[in-house]
C-alpha cells in the first residue's frame, strides 16, 4: 500500500455520510480485521492500521474538512505523519461499543468521554421541628459543624500559586492507566494516581491553617425550607452543602437533613389525615352540641355531635387534614368521641345523678338485650 487510499473508500462510506455512518462502517471493518481476530495475518494487521488513520480523519470535523479540501496533500500534511503505526484499541471494546471516541480524542482533543468528576463527602444531620412547622411548611435554621474551604488558600492547601505542582506521576491527570494483555485480548485499567490521590497535583508549600488540605473545621448555620405535609424521616437534599473535597479540586459533597417531626397535644397522624380523641360528657352525647377548638391552619374546627351519639363513634371532618406535598388537596380530621368522666363530682352532683338514676341507669334486662343484639351484629358483619 505505497499509495494511501482514498479515506472514504477505505471506509466504505460516500463523501456525504454522516458521522453516525462513518463511525458504524469503521466499527464493522474493525471487527473484521483486528490483528487480536487475525493473529499473523500482515495484510489484515495493516488494513486495520488504514482504517484507524481513516478514520481518526473523518471522525474529527475540522480535520474532515481539511481533507475534503486537500486530500492527502494539505498545507499542514498528515497529522499522523509517514511512520503511522495506529492507535491501540482494545479488541474487547468493539464488541461491548466502547471507547472509539475517547482514543482519537487523545490525537485531536476532541470531545469522547471525560473523567468522572471527584467529588467531597456528603453530610447527614437530623433536625426536629413541631407538628405545627410540619403541617404548614416553615423555614429553619442548624448549626453544623463540619469540613469547609480554607479561607486562607481559597481551598488549595498552598501559601501561593507556586506552592503548587503538577502531579509527575500522572502528568495532571489525576488518573493513571495500566493495559495488561490477557491471552490474544487487552485489557485496561484505570485507578486514581497514588503519588496524587487523584487531584493531578501536588503541594510543595502547605498553607498554615489547613496543613496543606485546603479545609478546616467550622461551625456554621444552615437555613432551608420544610414543605408542608413533610412526613417524619424525610431526607432533605443541599446540593453542594456537604464537604468540600481535598486540594479544591472536584466539587463538594450535598448535605442531607432528616426532619424528625416532634408530637401533638391532641393529633396523631395517618398519611394525610388527623386522628383525635375528643371527651364528650353524657348530657352532651344524649342531646348532641356543637364544638369549636383551635386547629393547626388558624381557623377553628368545629365538630358536630349528633343527638344520640355513643362512645366509640367518629366524626369525619372532610378537608382540614395535613395538606399532600404532591398537590392542593388535604385529608381528613377524624374525631373519635369519647365518654368524659369526672375524677370528682360534688356531693350535690351526685344528688341529682341519683335523682336521674332510673331515667338513664340500665337494667339486667336492658344489658343481656344489648349484649345480644351486639353479637347478632358481629355475626351478620362477620
Given at each position: 500500500m505505497s499509495e494511501k487510499r482514498d479515506y472514504y473508500?477505505?471506509?466504505?462510506?460516500?463523501?456525504k455520510a454522516s458521522n453516525s455512518e462513518i463511525k458504524k462502517a469503521f466499527r464493522s471493518l474493525a471487527r473484521k480485521y483486528h490483528p487480536d481476530k487475525n493473529p499473523g495475518d500482515e495484510e489484515a494487521e495493516a488494513l486495520f492500521k488504514e482504517l484507524q488513520e481513516a478514520y481518526a480523519i473523518l471522525s474529527n470535523e475540522e480535520q474532515r474538512r481539511k481533507y475534503d479540501t486537500f486530500g492527502h496533500n494539505r498545507p499542514d500534511g498528515n497529522p499522523f505523519g509517514s511512520g503511522f503505526q495506529g492507535v491501540n484499541i482494545n479488541f474487547e471494546d468493539l464488541f461491548s461499543g466502547g471507547g472509539f471516541d475517547s482514543?482519537?480524542?487523545?490525537?485531536?482533543?476532541?470531545?469522547?468521554?471525560?473523567?468522572?468528576?471527584?467529588?467531597?463527602?456528603?453530610?447527614?444531620?437530623?433536625?426536629?421541628?413541631?407538628?405545627?412547622?410540619?403541617?404548614?411548611?416553615?423555614?429553619?435554621?442548624s448549626e453544623i459543624e463540619s469540613l469547609v474551604?480554607?479561607?486562607?488558600?481559597?481551598?488549595?492547601?498552598?501559601?501561593?500559586?507556586?506552592?503548587?505542582?503538577?502531579?509527575?506521576?500522572?502528568?495532571?491527570?489525576?488518573?493513571?492507566?495500566?493495559?495488561?494483555?490477557?491471552?490474544?485480548?487487552?485489557?485496561?485499567?484505570?485507578?486514581?494516581?497514588?503519588?496524587?490521590?487523584?487531584?493531578?497535583?501536588?503541594?510543595?508549600?502547605?498553607?498554615?491553617?489547613?496543613?496543606?488540605?485546603?479545609?478546616?473545621?467550622?461551625?456554621r448555620t444552615i437555613r432551608f425550607s420544610v414543605p408542608p405535609g413533610i412526613s417524619d424521616g424525610t431526607r432533605l437534599r443541599m446540593q453542594g452543602q456537604g464537604e468540600p473535597i481535598s486540594g479544591g479540586v472536584g466539587k463538594p459533597g450535598n448535605l442531607y437533613i432528616e426532619i424528625s417531626v416532634d408530637e401533638h397535644d391532641w393529633f396523631e397522624r395517618s398519611d394525610s389525615d388527623l386522628l383525635m380523641a375528643f371527651p364528650v360528657g353524657y348530657h352532651d352525647l344524649l342531646r348532641?352540641?356543637?364544638?369549636?377548638?383551635?386547629?393547626?391552619?388558624g381557623s377553628n374546627l368545629v365538630i358536630n355531635v349528633p343527638p344520640g351519639s355513643k362512645p366509640g363513634d367518629t366524626i369525619d371532618i372532610q378537608g382540614r387534614g395535613i395538606p399532600s406535598s404532591r398537590g392542593r388537596r388535604r385529608?381528613?380530621?377524624?374525631?373519635?368521641?369519647?365518654?368524659?368522666?369526672?375524677?370528682?363530682?360534688?356531693?350535690?352532683?351526685?344528688?341529682?345523678?341519683?335523682?336521674?338514676?332510673?331515667?338513664?341507669?340500665?337494667?339486667?334486662h336492658e344489658i343481656e338485650d344489648s349484649i345480644r343484639k351486639e353479637a347478632r351484629n358481629r355475626r351478620r358483619g362477620s
Amino acid at each position: 500500500m505505497s499509495e494511501k487510499r482514498d479515506y472514504y473508500e477505505v471506509l466504505g462510506v460516500s463523501k456525504k455520510a454522516s458521522n453516525s455512518e462513518i463511525k458504524k462502517a469503521f466499527r464493522s471493518l474493525a471487527r473484521k480485521y483486528h490483528p487480536d481476530k487475525n493473529p499473523g495475518d500482515e495484510e489484515a494487521e495493516a488494513l486495520f492500521k488504514e482504517l484507524q488513520e481513516a478514520y481518526a480523519i473523518l471522525s474529527n470535523e475540522e480535520q474532515r474538512r481539511k481533507y475534503d479540501t486537500f486530500g492527502h496533500n494539505r498545507p499542514d500534511g498528515n497529522p499522523f505523519g509517514s511512520g503511522f503505526q495506529g492507535v491501540n484499541i482494545n479488541f474487547e471494546d468493539l464488541f461491548s461499543g466502547g471507547g472509539f471516541d475517547s482514543v482519537f480524542s487523545q490525537i485531536f482533543g476532541g470531545g469522547g468521554s471525560r473523567r468522572r468528576e471527584k467529588r467531597g463527602n456528603d453530610l447527614l444531620m437530623r433536625h426536629h421541628i413541631s407538628f405545627d412547622s410540619m403541617f404548614n411548611g416553615s423555614k429553619e435554621e442548624s448549626e453544623i459543624e463540619s469540613l469547609v474551604e480554607c479561607s486562607e488558600c481559597m481551598g488549595s492547601g498552598a501559601k501561593s500559586k507556586e506552592g503548587v505542582t503538577v502531579c509527575s506521576t500522572c502528568d495532571g491527570h489525576g488518573r493513571i492507566t495500566q493495559t495488561q494483555r490477557i491471552g490474544p485480548f487487552l485489557q485496561e485499567s484505570v485507578s486514581d494516581c497514588p503519588n496524587c490521590g487523584g487531584s493531578g497535583r501536588v503541594v510543595t508549600d502547605p498553607c498554615s491553617p489547613c496543613r496543606g488540605d485546603g479545609r478546616v473545621k467550622k461551625e456554621r448555620t444552615i437555613r432551608f425550607s420544610v414543605p408542608p405535609g413533610i412526613s417524619d424521616g424525610t431526607r432533605l437534599r443541599m446540593q453542594g452543602q456537604g464537604e468540600p473535597i481535598s486540594g479544591g479540586v472536584g466539587k463538594p459533597g450535598n448535605l442531607y437533613i432528616e426532619i424528625s417531626v416532634d408530637e401533638h397535644d391532641w393529633f396523631e397522624r395517618s398519611d394525610s389525615d388527623l386522628l383525635m380523641a375528643f371527651p364528650v360528657g353524657y348530657h352532651d352525647l344524649l342531646r348532641g352540641k356543637k364544638f369549636e377548638i383551635p386547629h393547626l391552619d388558624g381557623s377553628n374546627l368545629v365538630i358536630n355531635v349528633p343527638p344520640g351519639s355513643k362512645p366509640g363513634d367518629t366524626i369525619d371532618i372532610q378537608g382540614r387534614g395535613i395538606p399532600s406535598s404532591r398537590g392542593r388537596r388535604r385529608g381528613n380530621v377524624t374525631v373519635l368521641l369519647k365518654l368524659y368522666v369526672p375524677d370528682n363530682l360534688s356531693r350535690k352532683a351526685l344528688e341529682s345523678l341519683d335523682e336521674l338514676s332510673e331515667f338513664i341507669d340500665i337494667s339486667n334486662h336492658e344489658i343481656e338485650d344489648s349484649i345480644r343484639k351486639e353479637a347478632r351484629n358481629r355475626r351478620r358483619g362477620s
